[in-house]
């Protein structure tokens, strides 16, 4: 399996346990001896756009999320290849 993934998962952007400091570190330990991983890349504003209101990504940039949530949507690596999108941790299954 591959896993998108990027170092900026790694912080803590609210006050969420599910969010707490060193939660992607310990996925990452449990499972990098079976995946590959591929850096993410952020999502194009239109792809979002497709998917969301312009309402509710300006919402998201207010609260300053925009660019992790971009990250976390991507879908494509550098590579051009395409994944199934999971909203856990920006996982994603490789459809190659």
Partial sequence: MKV???EDFKES???DPAA???R????IEVIESKVEFI?????DEEDI???????????VRRQGLYNIAALAASEFDSMGNHYWLSQI?????SIE
């Fill in 13 to 15: 952007y609210c006050f």
């Fill in 89 to 93: 941790f920006g996982i994603a299954s």
């Fill in 49 to 59: 756009l497709a998917c969301h209101t312009d309402n509710h990504v300006e919402h």
């Fill in 4 to 6: 998108i993934c990027h």
């Fill in 20 to 22: 707490a400091d060193g």
């Fill in 39 to 43: 850096d993410a890349i952020p999502a």
């Fill in 24 to 27: 992607i570190e310990a996925v």
